[in-house]
């Protein structure tokens, strides 16, 4: 089975569309500071965004670790169990940093401001989706999602800011 990462590779048009308006790029894999898991567990980073965040798989594996991000300013948090499910959750809902309520509203409303500014918004997903061989979740499906992720299978998940020992903030509150 091929990897997500040589597919995105492989189909431009997929790997475009995660970098905007995803803000996912794979050649991003630097993170602004030196960090690691307080848990001991490997930290590997394999992606970032245009504001300094990072992805990060966490433990032992290949794709199917759980991902953590982590923003430039001092927050982390889990936000899916393998890139395929990162990938979703970046196809349908990639103003997901912006979500604070999880509500349908807060969505459609965040939606509704991406689509003005790019109305082949759900064309372009849709094709980055069938290239990459991902089936899609709604977007209430994909936010519950993160949320669960990330206030219960990541809430013992923390993200330490190496020189002096302190924790990151957790992005999403349950």
């Excluded at 997500?4 to 790029?25: I, K, V, Y």
């Excluded at 030196?34 to 433990?59: I, K, N, R």
Aim: with cysteine; hydrophobic share 45%; net charge negative.
């Amino acid at each position: 089975m091929r990897s997500l990462t040589a597919a995105l590779a492989e189909n431009p048009e997929a790997a475009q569309f995660l970098d905007w308006p995803g803000d996912f790029d794979l050649s991003r894999t630097e993170h602004v500071e030196e960090v690691h898991l307080a848990s001991g567990q490997p930290l590997e980073s394999f992606a970032g965004d245009g504001a300094g965040g990072t992805y990060f798989f966490c433990g032992d594996g290949g794709e199917e670790r759980p991902v953590l991000y982590a923003d430039s300013e001092g927050g982390a948090a889990l936000v899916a169990i393998g890139l395929p499910e990162l990938l979703r959750l970046l196809l349908v809902a990639p103003w997901w940093r912006d979500c604070r309520a999880f509500t349908a509203q807060e969505s459609a409303e965040l939606a509704a401001e991406y689509l003005a500014d790019d109305p082949d918004l759900i064309a372009r997903r849709d094709r980055a989706a069938a290239r990459l061989g991902l089936t899609l979740p709604t977007e209430a499906e994909a936010l519950a999602r993160l949320r669960h992720v990330a206030t219960h299978e990541g809430r013992d998940v923390e993200l330490v800011f190496t020189p002096e020992g302190s924790a990151y903030r957790p992005l999403i509150e349950s």
